[in-house]
């Protein structure tokens, strides 16, 4: 495999972690305006990001493959956790 092969395949394998980081934040600023102004953009970005690649790269791992519906699912609910947490949501 080229270099340009092996960095398009890394750049498609955490392309969905990206996504969903980056909807995370940008619903949250606009449903949660006051807890989410406070922690900016690229923080919650870079953070849900770095543990939607985890949840991918452990996917891949256990399941033997990428793309299984069942890692996406870990997916969102990794990020949904962290954003949850980040915002300090239980407080209400």
Do not use: E
Request: with cysteine.
């Amino acid at each position: 495999m080229s270099p340009l092969a092996a960095i398009n395949h890394l750049l498609n394998f955490a392309a969905p972690a990206l996504a969903v980081a980056v909807l995370l934040v940008s619903f949250a600023h606009i449903f949660m305006r006051k807890t989410a102004k406070v922690h900016g953009w690229i923080a919650p970005i870079a953070i849900n990001f770095i543990v939607g690649c985890a949840v991918l790269a452990a996917g891949l791992v256990l399941l033997g493959r990428d793309g299984r519906m069942l890692t996406y699912a870990a997916l969102v609910l990794a990020c949904a956790t962290s954003q949850w947490l980040l915002l300090r949501a239980w407080r209400g």
